[in-house]
């Protein structure tokens, strides 16, 4: 099972950790962890990075 730590691009602030799903519905993010929490973000995937496991993501005030 590959799982990756969310983090906001600007601060890289952790967002989410264990993030197993992301789905983007328009400029809504949704991130599910492990346990099934879910948390919603408005911004963009900006990279994903296989080797390290981690997704950033630019948030939109």
Known sequence: M???NAYRKDDHSLLM???SRIEVDGDI???R???GSVRE???SIV???FEKNE???RVDE
């Open 2 to 4: 590959c799982l990756s």
């Open 17 to 19: 950790s264990n993030t």
């Open 29 to 31: 993010i949704r991130l």
């Open 33 to 35: 962890d492990l346990f």
């Open 41 to 43: 973000i408005k911004g």
């Open 47 to 49: 990279s994903t990075d």
């Open 55 to 57: 997704i950033e993501i």
